[in-house]
């Protein structure tokens, strides 16, 4: 089973640029499919951005054009976010799926304000 642990969360200013990551142990991190997910105060966990094993990427309407998700051949996913936006602010998640089997991280914060 594998295991996810995020990083690069922090304080940015709105328009600003953050990059998360995403390392994965302990699995084979190619055949994975691996998402981030971010949930806002008060709200339910969403979709942010998913890439497959075979590269496919899909983004929230929300996000798309500002952030990009890729993968290494190794054992990270990496989350850039660009032109940033106070709805924005969230704890963000890493995510490895197999089989309809789930495997979180404990999240990152990004908050976004000036």
């Known amino acids: 089973q594998v295991q996810v642990v995020e990083s690069g969360g922090g304080l940015v200013q709105p328009g600003g640029a953050l990059r998360l990551s995403c390392s994965a142990s302990?699995?084979?991190?190619?055949?994975?499919?691996m998402g981030w997910y971010r949930q806002a105060p008060g709200k339910q966990r969403e979709l942010t951005a998913t890439?497959?094993?075979?590269?496919?990427t899909n983004y929230a309407d929300s996000v798309k054009g500002r952030f990009t998700i890729s993968r290494d051949a190794t054992n990270t996913v990496t989350l850039q976010m660009n032109n940033l936006k106070p709805e924005d602010t969230a704890v963000y998640y890493c995510?490895?799926?197999?089989?309809?089997?789930?495997?979180w991280g404990k999240g990152t914060l990004v908050t976004v304000s000036s």
């Open positions: 995510n490895a799926r197999r089989f309809g089997v789930d495997n």
């Open positions: 302990g699995g084979i991190f190619r055949i994975y499919d």
């Open positions: 890439i497959t094993s075979g590269g496919s």
